[in-house]
């Protein structure tokens, strides 16, 4: 497997394209488009939230529905969740609107929103943008960047990546964008994800390895606790790389399992690095627990625990923080166990050894934390088990942004 | 029932006395003592947090293992969790020097920290301070009020309250007093709460009662969704107040639980509101719905998200934050049956009604957020059963305070 330049138009077939539709934001791209030149095999993880955008019910029923996806339209500034009858109707328009332009059936077109919930999508800027970005549709990687940028709202770096890697001899290509970044929680994490892949596979295994490859990756991430009523990643395999079709298990399924998972984690890490406000990425490590759910819930706990993340902006090795966190993360575990350890590029330092705290250098805690990226590594010795959770510092700059999110 | 002034020496026949014991904090006090003429039928929650600070052990022993309860010992400053075996020792030596000062088994004497986690208690000082504090112990309103003073750490008020009530025509006082402010999260709520009474009770029935009434008062506060190693909320009953003892349940076992819930609900009200860096007290009442347990779980998510306290700090009523935290909270509902309206002196606005959001009037909004309290009214049309949940606004305050809290 390797990493190449470029995001969702990377792999064969796939085109982009974005505009200013002013559907909140003024002066900036809002909308952004991806299209596949054949219908594509489909998968997508969708919010747990019980109050779910008209969008994801609209998407969920193509991806659930056994449908094909051929393109997908987002507009980031009003989310079109708790919007009712019309709500839905916004979806249909602007499926409809890419079935006019293009060609395509709107049975085959997603659509995803970010941004106010409860607010009114306004259908004829929907509408039009689409005929915009419909004319201006192409397979460059400045397309697929500038999508990338169009579908964020508070995030302030683009994400994506595409990779390459050998499925039977043939050489195929994933690329993918999402957008943070707040309202981001594990089930899904609030975000938008789009990965496009020119591979020929079923699409049962295509959810299956899609679903098992979030769990350790999306739903490993967390900015605020918020699981918002937005959150969809999308998944499009439109089987142009010519590879003999993924059917089975195997080794051609294991490579496109790892290129995915790569894929993945890089956007989820950037994701959380890119949290509202955070000044650093925030790594929680949990080794040798009992099972893997335990490692799960333990390192998300530490670093969803808003106590810490104020530490880690304040570079406080306040240790016991994380370990109030992982004690109510509904866990069970003892503490005359745990080991804990403070790691960054500037080094490791352990603070807590099995149930009692060491006196430690406090200079060089702080040097350690000052770090961009900062990891609390926990070693439980109660098994075998491990997982990393990833997360942000909180800063002023969080309550800033939402004190006031809608003006 | 008739609120009067004061609080733990309210009732008959307990004394406080606090000192400046310098174990975190110089020049103010940081140690408090409640002491009963008469050991007392004794009642108490605590932490659910798996990683339980060595004091709540020490008292979980007392109450749990049927023992009755003389006096409690509070320090504020090092919370003594994540402490090993000196922790425990810290404890022991704490109730010991009650022992030689006052003659009171140091087996009925209870402890309380609260402060930093994973540092050592300074053992020599606590002595000190408990033999200090033993020489000053008296009956007036004041001491209670300088204890309830010594045991704050980042709280910016005190806490306490007195009350009393008939039963079977004697007249029984109940006083308490408690702390927050940060770590504060349902089951229990981090902090600290001491209620003492006069009343002769069972302990079986004291314990029922508490527990009872913790579910609606205390553990439905939230500030930052960390539940803290040293939650301990202690009942006294030392049964001075001459009434014939309650054996079973009835009137006077209602008068006092009509009582002990008044007093719990005013402190958990008050610590919510004096939250860390908080400007407000931020109230969730859903009515409706469809069981006790819905309607305490959708108004503590209410609460507790960091959304919806971000935007009640900024005077924004981006209501779908609301409903976004209703909808991850665990209960299943139809956002079509919701109806939701903010609520406070400055009137009542509905902005969402069964799937719609309505066109409000931003500036009455405003006015009405801008209130020193304010609710988020629900509506669920779904059942019978409602609750109240109590949190605060999510400030720059709260991560100034937490970003470096041990220096």
Known sequence: MKQI?????????????CCEANIKY?????????????PCECAGTFTTNVVKAACVQWDQKIVYG?????AVVVNSGIANA??????????????????????????TVAVASTGVIGMQLPVEKLVNGVAKMSGTLTDTEEAGTLASKAIMTTDTINKEIAVT???????????????????IHPNMCTMLGFLTT???IDKALLQ??????????????TVDGDTSTNDTLLLMANGLAGNEKITGKGQAYDAFVEALSFVCTFLARKMAGDGEGATKLFEA?????????DARTLSRAIVGSNLSKAAIYGCDANFGRFLCAMGYSGAQFDQNDVELFFVSKAGKLQVFDKGTPLAFDEDFARKIMEESEVTVFVDMHEGEESAKAWGCDLTYDYVKINADYRS
């Open 66 to 70: 056994g449908g094909k996806l051929q």
């Open 82 to 107: 708790c919007t009712g009858k019309e709500g839905w109707d916004a979806c249909e328009a602007t499926a409809k609107a890419v079935e006019a332009n293009l060609g395509i059936a709107a049975d």
């Open 285 to 293: 490590h949990v080794v040798n627990a009992k099972s893997k759910e």
């Open 5 to 17: 330049s470029g995001g969702v138009t990377a792999a064969k077939g796939y085109k982009a394209s």
């Open 26 to 38: 003024k002066d900036r791209t809002d909308m952004a488009m991806v299209v596949s030149e054949v």
């Open 165 to 183: 890697f050998e499925v039977n001899g043939k050489t195929v290509t994933r690329g993918g964008m999402s957008k943070g970044s707040g309202m």
């Open 198 to 200: 020119d591979l020929a």
């Open 208 to 221: 299956e390895a899609l679903s098992a490859v979030v769990k350790d990756t999306f739903n490993m991430i």
